[in-house]
């Protein structure tokens, strides 16, 4: 019984390990998105398993001494391997599936110097069009334009410090055309989101426009809404 308690134990801390693997995998380019995403789907399947299995045992055969203290963390490392990919589904459940977000749905700011970048991307850098927009709409109805009563220069300054605050990597900035264009790359994965900021004067106010887009995947599971929404609260 030992030695499968044992067993259970290791499990338990190797689905934890398998899930922090499958990111940092897709991110050296040894796993494709897809056998990543498997992957972590399995350690999620496997993190179910250790968690049910290992507080049986530790409940009716009341380990002790080390055993009971490396029980306890697998059931802790496994119910963490579990959540994380369970509450990524959760919210892939309750947003829409879309990948390019913005406060202007009419007339989207428009990517210039990071469009190269994006060449071999799954996702075109051509906005999708009104279906999108749509979603969106639904989704998120507190996405709108920044509007403020301060002038274009000191609107455009605060815009690129906010840039550079988030961790962005900016591509370009423009003073004169009011655009500023940046990538930002998810820790895990590895992943990079786009974004392009617009700055003009409309009727004596300034008005700043900020989109964000994913290179790859159908859904952003609401990732470059919060991008926008931490963006906008720094303004």
């Known amino acids: 019984m030992k030695t499968i ?20 995998l897709y991110q050296a380019e040894i ?4 056998a990543s995403f498997t992957l972590l789907r399995w350690s ?13 045992l530790y409940i009716f055969k009341r380990p002790k001494g080390a055993r009971a203290g490396l029980s306890a963390l697998s059931i802790i490392a496994a119910a963490i391997a579990f959540y ?12 829409p599936p879309i990948h390019d977000i913005s406060t202007d749905l009419i ?26 927009a749509e979603q969106q709409r639904e989704a998120y109805p507190d996405l709108e334009t920044y509007i403020t ?13 906010a840039a550079n605050d988030m961790g962005w990597e900016v591509v370009a900035s423009n003073a004169e055309e009011g655009r500023i264009e940046a990538t930002d790359t998810t820790t895990w994965f590895g992943f990079k989101d786009d974004v392009v ?18 290179r790859v995947g159908r859904s952003d599971v ?7 929404r931490e963006y906008l609260a720094k303004l």
């Open 107 to 132: 007339n989207p700011p428009k990517f210039d110097a990071i469009a190269p970048l994006r060449a071999d991307a799954s996702n075109p850098v051509e906005y999708p069009g009104e279906e999108t």
């Open 5 to 24: 308690h044992n067993l259970l134990i290791a499990l338990g801390f190797l689905s934890l390990i398998l899930l922090a693997v499958s990111g940092l």
């Open 222 to 228: 609401g990732k470059n809404a919060e991008r926008i």
């Open 44 to 56: 999620a399947y496997l993190a179910a398993g250790m968690v049910v299995l290992n507080l049986i």
């Open 197 to 214: 900021i617009r700055i003009q004067q409309v009727e004596g106010q300034t008005h700043l426009d900020i989109r964000s887009k994913s």
């Open 149 to 161: 009563d301060e002038d274009v220069d000191a609107v455009f300054a605060k815009a690129l410090q």
């Open 31 to 34: 796993l494709t998105l897809g």
């Open 84 to 95: 994380l990919p369970y509450s990524f589904y959760q919210t892939a459940q309750s947003v």
